[in-house]
């Protein structure tokens, strides 16, 4: 079992849809998608593995994070739960590629689904920034875990990762700026796309060539 969700030909649609939008208002987007294509919708179930993948992916490639992803899943025995988290030794996760301090956070993220701390269920109808605001609490997680989680498993559509390094990359290719956009101008530049930002996230990770949670 995967924490993919099966895309649908409706997913498809509407996020073209959300880009048509965008692009009504901002008509370079259209140049992209013209020279790239659309970007495919990204769909997680929100549980504990895609939270848990989320953690792996912090500061690695794609590629790194599918890798070590593939191996606590192969060391879980199948789907990761928080059980199975707890189960498993500091070294058996360190022998999958995690870090020391990602080990920990895995056992961290663990330990709240065990208590009860942290309820996915109760973050169902918050909007982006309590979504957020929850899960920075969460150790190991910052304003880009959360909104990474709430674009790709609770379906949040308006969703501009500002800190993200490719998202800025990606900006400052398309805006054919001089220098990098810092977190905040980013945020600033993404406000014209509201309240599409997720869609164009999307197609700016295409852009750029990388992806997140792939």
């Not at 993919?4 to 073209?16: A, E, G, P």
């Not at 899943?73 to 360190?94: A, E, F, M, V």
């Not at 609490?137 to 880009?144: C, I, T």
């Not at 501009?160 to 101008?185: C, F, H, M, N, V």
Request: proline share 3%; net charge positive.
């Amino acid at each position: 079992m995967s924490a993919l969700i099966k895309i649908t030909s409706n997913d498809r649609q509407c996020l073209r849809r959300q880009l048509k939008r965008a692009a009504s208002s901002d008509p370079g987007l259209v140049k992209v998608i013209e020279q790239i294509g659309y970007p495919e919708p990204r769909k997680r179930h929100a549980d504990f593995a895609t939270l848990l993948q989320v953690i792996i992916s912090q500061q690695l490639s794609t590629l790194a994070a599918a890798a070590i992803n593939a191996k606590v899943t192969r060391c879980c025995g199948g789907y990761p739960t928080w059980r199975k988290i707890l189960n498993r030794s500091d070294q058996q996760l360190r022998d999958c590629g995690l870090s020391w301090r990602k080990v920990e956070y895995a056992k961290g993220l663990a330990q709240m689904f065990r208590s009860g701390e942290l309820n996915i269920a109760e973050m169902h109808g918050l909007d982006s920034a309590e979504v957020i605001e929850r899960l920075i609490k969460v150790r190991g997680f910052g304003r880009w875990s959360g909104e990474i989680f709430a674009m790709f498993a609770l379906g949040h559509q308006d969703i501009y990762p500002s800190d993200d390094l490719a998202l800025q990359i990606a900006l400052q290719r398309y805006l054919a700026l001089k220098t990098k956009p810092t977190g905040k101008e980013t945020a600033l530049i993404a406000q014209r796309w509201s309240p599409q930002r997720t869609a164009v996230s999307l197609l700016m990770w295409k852009y750029y060539g990388s992806g997140t949670l792939e």
